[in-house]
């Protein structure tokens, strides 16, 4: 079983930073690629921003020189430096792990964390 586990959403003013955090946990044998996905009310998931094991970045173009996407292969982990954040910005923030295979099956599937709550506004 795997588990990923968000931290670092909350409230910050426009021109703000946030860091997301997600860290993935459970008999873990490899990680294609991890990343972050977002929903605004009466809005569809979107991309963010995700990282492959190679180091592959894709970012969404909206945030595009404001959000850096990075990892920690050895922790699992994903960090999500948001800088310059906009009201437009404000979503749940997911994280997303991509074809996960584990020691108790080498089938690829894919794991969402529960969502990190992400406001901008004065």
């Known amino acids: 079983q795997v588990q990923l586990v968000e931290s670092g959403g909350g409230l910050v003013q426009p021109g703000g930073s946030l860091r997301l955090s997600c860290a993935a946990s459970?008999?873990?044998?490899?990680?294609?690629?991890m990343g972050w996905y977002r929903q605004a009310p009466g809005k569809q998931r979107e991309l963010v921003a995700r990282?492959?094991?190679?180091?592959?970045?894709n970012y969404a173009d909206s945030v595009k020189g404001r959000f850096t996407i990075s990892k920690d292969n050895a922790k699992n982990t994903v960090l999500l430096q948001m800088n310059g954040l906009k009201p437009e910005d404000t979503a749940v923030y997911y994280c997303?792990?991509?074809?996960?295979?584990?020691?108790?099956?080498?089938?690829?599937?894919?794991?969402w964390g529960q969502g990190t709550q992400v406001t901008v506004s004065s």
């Open positions: 997303n792990a991509a074809g996960v295979k584990t020691r108790a099956t080498m089938l690829p599937s894919d794991y």
């Open positions: 990282i492959t094991s190679t180091d592959t970045t």
């Open positions: 459970g008999t873990i044998f490899s990680i294609y690629a």
